[in-house]
């Protein structure tokens, strides 16, 4: 799909995503088109998989949810894209018709992903709740050297 196609499509949604979206891609942004489409189905459940997944962790993509409603509701195969901005900063997942003629739905966020802890569940490195922390293993064998080998442990890449 050429750029001002995608463009076009973009500005005649007019929503707050596509609007984003749009304004990426005349910055200078990536995008791509898939040249398949697959069926409506997959696609929302997948993606409310990913939905979840992200809510689980704190992130709450714009538009998303509107997005997997939609294509479910559409039922009919489906087109995904990708705009991507330029610095990877934000990115914008498409829904087209089969045909590529229309913008059915677009959802995005911004990157990287910064995921918290899941309700209930510590930090990676962080003891559970109300357990106090791990003591950390000694480092080295007895005498200081490599635990694995008992080697000197020297540094250098290979250590």
């Given at each position: 799909?050429?750029?001002?196609?995608?463009?076009?499509?973009?500005?005649?949604?007019?929503?707050?995503?596509?609007g984003?979206?749009?304004?990426?891609?005349?910055?200078?942004?990536?995008?791509?088109?898939?040249?398949?489409?697959?069926?409506?189905?997959?696609?929302?459940?997948?993606?409310?998989?990913?939905?979840?997944?992200?809510?689980?962790?704190?992130?709450?993509?714009?538009?998303?949810?509107?997005?997997?409603?939609?294509?479910?509701?559409?039922?009919?195969?489906?087109?995904?894209?990708?705009?991507?901005?330029?610095?990877?900063?934000?990115?914008?997942?498409?829904?087209?018709?089969?045909?590529?003629?229309?913008l059915?739905?677009?959802?995005?966020?911004?990157?990287?992903?910064?995921?918290?802890?899941?309700?209930?569940?510590?930090?990676?490195?962080?003891?559970?709740?109300?357990?106090?922390?791990?003591?950390?293993?000694?480092?080295?064998?007895?005498?200081?050297?490599r635990?694995?080998?008992?080697?000197?442990?020297?540094?250098?890449?290979?250590?």
């Amino acid at each position: 799909m050429e750029q001002h196609v995608l463009e076009a499509l973009l500005d005649a949604d007019g929503g707050e995503v596509a609007g984003k979206a749009l304004a990426v891609l005349r910055g200078g942004g990536g995008y791509w088109v898939g040249d398949r489409a697959q069926p409506a189905g997959r696609h929302a459940g997948v993606y409310g998989h990913r939905l979840r997944h992200m809510r689980k962790y704190g992130i709450e993509p714009l538009g998303l949810e509107a997005a997997v409603q939609t294509v479910r509701a559409y039922g009919r195969p489906v087109r995904t894209g990708m705009v991507d901005a330029a610095d990877r900063s934000w990115t914008a997942l498409l829904f087209l018709t089969e045909d590529g003629g229309t913008l059915l739905a677009c959802a995005g966020w911004p990157l990287p992903l910064v995921r918290t802890p899941p309700v209930g569940k510590p930090s990676v490195g962080e003891p559970p709740v109300g357990e106090p922390p791990a003591v950390e293993p000694p480092v080295g064998g007895p005498d200081g050297g490599r635990p694995d080998t008992g080697a000197p442990d020297v540094g250098g890449p290979l250590s």
